[in-house]
């Protein structure tokens, strides 16, 4: 398995939610064990399980790479970040640990940013995770300040608050 070969990409509908949910546990638990703790990963993935996120999955216009067996190996999407006019927060990227690091998250947060720009967006904000904070770099992003976003069970997960001019 190597590169993108024989990845499909198509906008995620309403009956992918739940495999969309699965994707981001999976990458969360597979790449994120170095930059998390165990109460961290637990309540990640226990947040993912909620239907505020499904919901929040839903209105992300996320886009998804699905693998030649049909399963969902990425995605990332975007909305108008709240009270910024013109901005588009890209949100919700994560890929499957096993197709990790072959360009595959360049090519859908390239595609979210595109399509927002489709929108009307000129500048671009992202929440980043600690692990991935180096990727978004290389993408053009820079970062504004450390931070926290609230998982389930009270539990705070460090992120970084980053900005694409």
């Known amino acids: 398995m190597k590169g993108l070969d024989g990845l499909s990409f198509r906008p995620a509908r309403p009956d992918d939610l739940t495999d ?3 994707l981001h546990g ?3 638990a ?14 990640s993935a226990a947040m ?5 996120y499904r919901q929040d999955l839903a209105r992300s216009n996320l ?4 693998s030649p067996e049909g399963e969902i190996v990425g995605s990332a999407g975007w909305i108008e ?5 013109g901005t588009g927060r890209i949100r919700k990227v994560f890929i499957d640990p096993r197709y990790a690091r072959r360009g ?3 090519r859908l947060v390239s595609d979210a940013e595109a399509r927002a720009r489709k929108a009307g967006c000129r500048r671009f904000i992202v929440r980043s995770s600690l692990l991935a904070v180096p990727f978004y770099e290389t993408l053009g992003y820079r970062r504004k ?12 997960l460090p992120v970084v608050f980053m900005e694409k001019p």
Do not use: F, Y
């Open 26 to 28: 999976r990458s969360v």
């Open 81 to 85: 970040a709240d009270g910024e006019p």
């Open 30 to 43: 597979g790449l994120s064990a170095s930059t998390l703790d165990e109460r961290q990963l637990a309540a």
């Open 63 to 66: 886009m998804l790479a699905i």
């Open 145 to 156: 300040n450390a931070g926290t976003m609230p998982s389930a069970g009270g539990v705070e």
């Open 20 to 22: 969309i949910a699965e």
């Open 104 to 106: 595959l998250a360049t």
């Open 48 to 52: 993912g399980k909620t239907e505020a």
